[in-house]
C-alpha cells in the first residue's frame, strides 16, 4: 500500500467551541475527538472552494445533509438539543439545492438525528440508538428499527445490493439493516467510525484520523491520514473523494496513479464553524457543508477538480 504524501506544515490546534452553542456533539470530549486534523498541503492539487451560498443561522444543529437526485432536494437533520438526550426535539428540514429552505420542519418525533440515505423511497436517518424510516411521500416515521447497545449511531449508507449500513461511533461498529432486521455488519477496529459512502462497490469509512476502505469484518486500503475527527465522506469521482474533520476542515483526497495526496480545502477552526456531514453533489459540483453550531448549510463550488 503506498503511503499518504504528506507535507506537515504545524502541529495539533485547540479544539472549536462550537460557537460557544451548549449542544456541542460528542465529539467536543478530548477523549472521544481523538486530536486535532494535521495541516496538510500538497502544493501540486491546485483545488479550492468558493462559497455560493448559505442559509440564514435558522437551522437549529444541523449535523448532515443528504441530497436526493430524484427529488432534487437536500435534506438536512437537525440535532436541536443534546446529541445524546432523548428529548424528542430533533427534525429533519427540507430544502432547495440553491439554499432555500422548503420547510424548516419536514418531519419531527426524533431525538439526536444525524445521517442519511435513501432507498426505495424511504430515507433512513440514524438516531442515537434506532435507525428511523421516514416515507418520502408521505412524510411520515413508517418504522423504527432499535439497536441494542447502542447509544451514538451516526451515518447511513446504501449498498449497490440494497442493504442499509450504519455506523456506531461508541461502539466502533458498522450495522446493517437487511430483510428489516438489523444485525452486525463489521467492527472494523477503528476509533470512532463515523462517515460512510459506497463508490463502486467500495465502502468507505471516516473515522477517528482516517480515511479509509472497509469491508466485512476487516479493514481495506488507507487513503487519508491526519484528518482530525473524521465526519463525513462524499465522492467526486472515480478518483477522489472529500472529507470533513468536524472540527471546521475539509480535505480533498486523491487516489491516482497507486498513490494518495491530500489536500485542506477548507479551514474555519478559527471561526468556531463546524465541518459536520458533508454532502457533493456531482452534476452540479457543488459540496454542502452543515456547520452545526453555527445553524447553518453552506454550499460551495469545487474548482480544479483533477479527473
Same mark, same amino acid.
Not at 479550492?48 to 441530497?67: I, N
Not at 424528542?88 to 444525524?114: A, H, T
Not at 445521517?115 to 418504522?143: H, Q
Given at each position: 500500500m503506498k503511503k499518504l504524501f504528506l507535507i506537515l506544515l504545524g502541529g495539533a490546534l485547540g479544539l472549536a467551541s462550537c460557537n460557544g452553542n451548549s449542544n456541542s456533539e460528542e465529539?467536543?470530549?478530548?477523549?472521544?475527538?481523538?486530536?486535532?486534523?494535521?495541516?496538510? %498541503?500538497?502544493?501540486? %492539487?491546485?483545488?479550492?472552494?468558493?462559497?455560493?451560498?448559505?442559509?440564514?443561522?435558522?437551522?437549529?444543529?444541523?449535523?448532515?445533509?443528504?441530497?436526493?437526485?430524484?427529488?432534487?432536494?437536500?435534506?438536512?437533520?437537525?440535532?436541536?438539543?443534546? #446529541?445524546?438526550?432523548?428529548?424528542?426535539?430533533?427534525?429533519?428540514?427540507?430544502?432547495?439545492?440553491?439554499?432555500?429552505?422548503?420547510?424548516?420542519?419536514?418531519?419531527?418525533?426524533?431525538?439526536? #438525528?444525524?445521517?442519511?440515505?435513501?432507498?426505495?423511497?424511504?430515507?433512513? =436517518?440514524?438516531?442515537?440508538?434506532?435507525?428511523?424510516?421516514?416515507? %418520502?411521500?408521505?412524510?411520515?416515521?413508517?418504522?423504527?428499527?432499535?439497536?441494542?447497545?447502542?447509544?451514538?449511531?451516526?451515518? =447511513?449508507?446504501?449498498?449497490?445490493d440494497n442493504k442499509v449500513l450504519f455506523s456506531d461511533s461508541d461502539q466502533g461498529k458498522i450495522h446493517v439493516l437487511e430483510n428489516g432486521a438489523v444485525q452486525l455488519w463489521s467492527e472494523p477496529g477503528v476509533e470512532r467510525p463515523n462517515g460512510l459512502i459506497v463508490n463502486n462497490n467500495r465502502i468507505l469509512l471516516a473515522s477517528k484520523g482516517k480515511l479509509q476502505e472497509v469491508k466485512k469484518n476487516q479493514t481495506g486500503e488507507v487513503l487519508a491520514e491526519g484528518i482530525g475527527a473524521g465526519d463525513g465522506v462524499a465522492v467526486v469521482n472515480d478518483n477522489s473523494y472529500l472529507v470533513s474533520n468536524w472540527q471546521g476542515e475539509v480535505f480533498y483526497v486523491l487516489g491516482q496513479g497507486g498513490e494518495n495526496r491530500m489536500k485542506k480545502v477548507l479551514d474555519t477552526k478559527d471561526q468556531n464553524v463546524n465541518s459536520a456531514d458533508i454532502e457533493y453533489i456531482r452534476d452540479r459540483n457543488l459540496l454542502l457543508v452543515p456547520t452545526f453550531g453555527d445553524n447553518r448549510v453552506v454550499a460551495y463550488k469545487l474548482n480544479g477538480v483533477v479527473n
Open positions: 465529539h467536543n470530549n478530548d477523549s472521544r475527538l481523538g486530536g486535532n486534523a494535521t495541516d496538510t %498541503i500538497d502544493a501540486e %492539487i491546485a483545488v479550492s472552494l468558493e462559497q455560493v451560498w448559505a442559509t440564514e443561522s435558522v437551522l437549529e444543529t444541523p449535523e448532515s445533509v443528504f441530497y436526493h437526485a430524484s427529488e432534487d432536494v437536500l435534506y438536512v437533520s437537525n440535532i436541536a438539543g443534546d #446529541p445524546k438526550e432523548k428529548d424528542g426535539r430533533g427534525y429533519i428540514s427540507k430544502l432547495s439545492p440553491d439554499g432555500e429552505i422548503i420547510e424548516k420542519e419536514w418531519v419531527s418525533g426524533m431525538d439526536s #438525528p444525524k445521517g442519511m440515505a435513501v432507498l426505495n423511497g424511504k430515507l433512513y =436517518v440514524t438516531n442515537i440508538d434506532e435507525l428511523v424510516e421516514i416515507d %418520502i411521500r408521505s412524510a411520515k416515521i413508517s418504522n423504527r428499527f432499535k439497536v441494542e447497545g447502542a447509544s451514538f449511531l451516526n451515518d =447511513v449508507a446504501v449498498t449497490a
